[in-house]
């Protein structure tokens, strides 16, 4: 019960700070971290780098990494991850596309997407798109 009460206190602190931090990211930089997402969902299907997005906005790598997980409560590689992985779905739920040339599309192996896609989604990229076209018969 203590531990439980602890762990519940110490999230309730970290949510604290987070509120904190974000209170004090000048509007500049919520701006140019806006401008990374961007970026970045406008290159998913590129293999972009920290440095790539940081140049492009204008942030030291450290300060883009910092303040967008202050901002936004996830790391920049997180986000990357969830952009992804949702237009992976988009595309095995709405294309005939091949997963290989999905895969392709994105800069990764079958194997590799397959991996990833599977470790952030629990299923399989086939899975997923046999599901999917269950339900919408």
Not at 6 to 19: K, M, R, S
Not at 34 to 59: C, F, M, N, P, R
Not at 75 to 89: A, C, D, M, Q, S
Request: glycine content about 6%.
């Amino acid at each position: 019960v203590c531990v439980n009460m602890l762990g519940e206190e110490l999230e309730h602190a970290n949510n604290e700070l987070q509120a904190q931090m974000r209170t004090h990211i000048s509007a500049g930089t919520i701006d140019k971290i806006q401008s990374a997402i961007v970026y970045l969902q406008q290159h998913l299907h590129k293999s972009t780098t920290l440095e790539d997005i940081s140049y492009e906005v204008g942030l030291s790598i450290t300060k883009l990494k910092n303040d967008f997980k202050a901002q936004h409560g996830i790391t920049l590689h997180t986000f990357y991850i969830n952009e992804l992985v949702g237009r992976v779905k988009d595309l095995l739920a709405n294309t005939n596309m091949t997963i290989d040339n999905i895969a392709h599309k994105f800069g990764y192996t079958r194997t590799g997407l397959t991996k990833l896609f599977k470790a952030t989604v629990g299923i399989s990229p086939t899975t997923f798109r046999t599901e999917h076209q269950k339900k919408a018969r």
